[in-house]
């Protein structure tokens, strides 16, 4: 309603003093609808046409002074990335009575070129600075542009050092320079967190993490993890530098120590012990890969003499040297807390530099998020993988998919899959495709305390073992197996908790089911 007054704003008390009737006296004024649409520059050698595809109202449609705001917006960023900063865009309207229409003039003032004179970081009492300048498309000299200033911002956010990230353009010591000033906050970067899950079958356990994501405020990773539960215990420690050589190549080890106890799923224990180098590098703005190098020493003993023939003969060492690299492709809006955008992966790994095992792998899968309104949010994920021998050499138990816990809620770990008909041992399979159909909402509460609900479906299928020698009757369905569920997440003030219940409806008799899953954390 271009032609909206405010009348008048009357207060008058209530009869018995203890309230306050507030009435508001409003004219709206006739409708219109957008007429004639002009762009007009003063900007010199430059077609004021080329920015008319950022108006987001045409002719004929009601007037509408919101959008005329989001053209104002979408029209400055765009002169942003010309290299026009502090541009000036004011909208004129002039109103039709007689036709009930508005034309608008989009006034664009002349303003030079503007360059980064300087980028001025404050806040981080902890973090280097070049941590951060480092995640920053400009640098000082650079043509000013509004499009790489956001994304650095973004960039900057990602880190997750930082509890408040501010970037704000001001101007310099000329016309045509700029000032980037960074104002941040910073938050705890240590973390301690502990996962639990509970299953019908196999009972709790707990993980505990020790990570500082930015170590010595150089932006380094140090981290250090032990499971302690009745059927497995593990330690690790990994170190990633993502500046490699002060370049954006990211370099890291790991170091580990698993035992399992399969016995309730397999009737086996395994030991492993090893290591890894990893290796990551841009391939372009949203393209990254990453190569890795680990080998490992497994253990497949205590071999229950009432096992599955299978398992039986796979008993023994065996020394795994790998080599692997995954490719990924990320636009996301927030790697922290995503509600756009797409995170796809490829991954593949040759086995054979070395040691006992002979195999080729690959996993391909995506996972995308779409806001279906304010705050809602909706996230597809979608995975398969296949690993295959090599010279003839089969693939053993402990190099096999398992697919169920938290790949596939509503089953246990290990839940689905092919087993052994007699013993009811899990035995792992070559095949696998898993997919998650996930709604995140509001539930009504306050948004600071960051309670969300879920109501998501699982479903997928693990299937496909070598043939071997052994007298064992495996079961083997490639059927697709489906759970849906509902869940609530926290983000309190000690770390994220989530709490999921799920049921299957699509099964096979032979499968293993679980109802509950938890998992919290916490952080200093």
Request: charged letters at 25%; zero cysteines; proline letters at 3%.
């Amino acid at each position: 309603y271009a032609d909206f007054r405010l009348i008048s704003a009357n207060a008058e008390l209530s009869k018995n003093r203890q309230h306050f009737f507030v009435t508001f006296t409003i004219e709206e004024g006739q409708r219109y609808r957008v007429g004639e649409i002009k762009i007009k520059s003063a900007l010199r050698d430059f077609d004021a046409e080329t920015l008319r595809e950022y108006i987001t109202l045409e002719k004929g449609e009601w007037y509408n002074f919101n959008e005329v705001n989001t053209s104002v917006d979408q029209m400055t960023d765009a002169l942003g990335d010309m290299q026009f900063a502090f541009v000036s865009i004011r909208p004129d309207i002039q109103r039709n009575p007689e036709t009930k229409t508005v034309d608008l003039t989009f006034q664009i003032r002349e303003t030079p070129r503007a360059y980064v004179e300087r980028i001025e970081i404050k806040g981080n009492v902890r973090t280097l600075d070049r941590v951060i300048r480092r995640e920053f498309e400009l640098v000082e000299g650079d043509p000013f542009n509004r499009t790489k200033l956001a994304r650095s911002e973004q960039q900057v956010k990602n880190l997750g050092y930082f509890e408040n990230v501010e970037i704000t353009p001001k101007p310099g010591s000329a016309p045509d320079k700029t000032v980037i000033e960074v104002d941040v906050t910073e938050q705890s970067t240590g973390e301690l967190s502990v996962g639990t899950g509970f299953s019908t079958t196999d009972g709790p356990l707990v993980d505990l993490r020790i990570r500082e994501r930015n170590f010595l405020g150089k932006g380094q990773s140090l981290a250090f993890a032990t499971t302690v539960a009745g059927e497995r215990t593990q330690f690790d420690v990994s170190f990633t530098e993502p500046y490699f050589l002060g370049r954006d190549f990211s370099a890291g080890f790991d170091a580990f120590y698993i035992t399992r106890d399969y016995q309730d799923e397999s009737s086996f224990d395994q030991e492993q012990t090893g290591g890894s180098l990893r290796f990551g590098y841009p391939l372009s703005e949203k393209w990254r890969q990453s190569l890795r190098y680990r080998i490992v020493e497994n253990k497949i003993t205590d071999v229950d003499s009432s096992a599955s023939a299978f398992i039986a003969q796979q008993e023994g060492n065996r020394v795994t040297s790998a080599i692997s690299q995954r490719v990924t492709y990320d636009n996301r809006d927030s790697r922290i807390l995503p509600t756009n955008g797409l995170l796809g992966w490829f991954d593949t790994e040759f086995a054979g530099l070395g040691g006992d095992a002979e195999y080729i792998s690959g996993r391909l899968g995506a996972s995308y998020y779409y806001p279906v309104a304010e705050k809602w949010v909706l996230n597809v994920l979608g995975e398969a993988g296949v690993i295959e021998g090599l010279f003839d050499n089969e693939i053993v138990i402990n190099e096999r998919y398992f697919l169920g816990g938290g790949s596939l809620r509503g089953f246990a770990d290990s839940g689905v899959g092919p087993r052994d008909a007699d013993t009811d041992d899990s035995l792992g399979g070559n095949y696998f495709y898993r997919g998650t159909v996930e709604l995140s909402f509001p539930i009504g509460l306050p948004e600071e305390m960051g309670i969300l609900g879920h109501t998501f479906t699982d479903f997928g299928t693990l299937y496909g073992i070598d043939d071997d020698d052994s007298t064992a009757t495996i079961l083997d369905e490639s059927s697709i197996r489906a759970a849906a569920g509902v869940g609530i997440s926290w983000r309190s003030p000690l770390g994220p908790i989530r709490v999921d219940f799920s049921a299957p409806f699509i099964k096979e008799d032979f499968d293993r089911e679980e109802v509950f899953r938890f998992n919290f954390g916490t952080r200093f």
